[in-house]
C-alpha cells in the first residue's frame, strides 16, 4: 500500500514556466515532507522540506505547499530551468520507524 | 568534505552468484539506510542500521539478502545467488536523524 503517492509519471515544461509537481499522502501522522532530487547516475539529493506546523516554504526558485486537510503537497519550480530537468522524489518522515517513505517520483523535462 | 561513497558502481553478474555491495557513509553519521530503486520505481526501502541499535530488517525482500554494519560506519550489502528481478540501482543514504538524508551515487546491478 503505498503511503506517498505522485500520481505523475512525468512532466514537461517550458523553459521560464512554472514547474508543480504534486504528492499525496495517506497517513495524517506524517508530520514532515521532503523532496529530493535525482540526475540519472547519481543518488537523490535533499531539496527542500517543510514541517506540518507550516503551510509554505520558500528557498529561492523552489516553492513547497502544504495543505495538511487534503493530505497533499506541492513543489513549485519558477522560472523553470534545463538543469532543473530530473527525476523529484517526495518523501514523508515516519517518526514511529525513523524511516522516510518516497513517492515512485516524477520525472520533470524542462526544455528550451 | 566527503559524501557518501558506494563501490563497485557498476557490477554484472550471472545468475545465481553471489554479490556485495559496499557503502562508505558520511562520518559521523549514525543512521545508514540501504534502498533499492528497480527501473521506473520508486525508492523501495531495505534495512536501516541506527547506531548500535538492531537493524530494521523489514523491507528486505528475501532471505537471500543481508547486510552488515561494522564499527558503526561501512555498510555491506551481500545479494546471495542472484536472481535477474535483483537488478536494480541500489543507494545507500546516512544520516542523523530521517531528516535530509545525503545519499550515494548507487551500485547498478545487472544480473544476466
Known amino acids: 500500500d503505498q503511503q506517498v503517492k505522485q500520481n505523475s509519471p512525468s512532466l514537461s515544461v517550458q523553459e521560464g514556466r512554472i514547474s508543480i509537481l504534486n504528492c499525496d499522502y495517506t497517513?495524517?501522522?506524517?508530520?514532515?515532507f521532503l523532496w529530493y532530487k535525482k540526475y540519472p547516475a547519481e543518488g537523490p539529493t535533499f531539496l527542500i522540506s517543510?514541517?506540518?506546523?507550516?503551510d509554505k516554504n520558500e528557498d529561492g526558485r523552489f516553492t513547497v505547499f502544504l495543505n495538511k486537510s487534503a493530505k497533499h503537497l506541492s513543489l513549485h519550480i519558477v522560472p523553470s530551468q534545463p538543469g532543473d530537468s530530473a527525476v523529484y522524489f517526495c518523501?514523508?518522515?515516519?517518526?514511529?520507524?525513523?524511516?522516510?517513505?518516497f513517492g515512485t517520483g516524477t520525472r520533470l523535462q524542462v526544455f528550451p | 568534505g566527503a559524501g557518501v561513497s558506494q563501490s563497485p558502481s557498476n557490477k554484472v553478474t550471472e545468475k545465481g552468484k553471489d554479490v556485495e555491495l559496499r557503502c562508505d557513509p558520511i562520518?559521523?553519521?549514525?543512521?545508514l539506510y540501504w534502498y533499492r530503486q528497480s527501473l521506473g520505481q520508486g525508492l523501495e526501502f531495505l534495512i536501516y542500521?541506527?547506531?548500535?541499535?538492531?537493524?530494521?530488517k523489514s523491507g528486505l525482500p528475501s532471505d537471500r539478502f543481508s547486510a552488515e554494519r561494522t564499527g558503526g560506519s561501512v555498510s555491506t550489502l551481500t545479494i546471495q545467488r542472484t536472481q535477474q528481478e535483483d537488478s536494480a540501482v541500489y543507494l545507500c543514504?546516512?544520516?542523523?536523524?530521517?531528516?535530509?538524508?545525503?545519499f550515494g551515487p548507487g551500485t547498478r546491478l545487472t544480473v544476466t
Open positions: 497517513n495524517s501522522m506524517f508530520d514532515y
Open positions: 542500521f541506527q547506531g548500535n541499535s538492531a537493524p530494521d
Open positions: 517543510i514541517s506540518s506546523i507550516k
Open positions: 543514504a546516512s544520516s542523523l536523524a530521517a531528516y535530509e538524508q545525503y
Open positions: 518523501a514523508a518522515v515516519d517518526h514511529n520507524t525513523d524511516k522516510l517513505i
Open positions: 562520518s559521523g553519521h549514525t543512521a
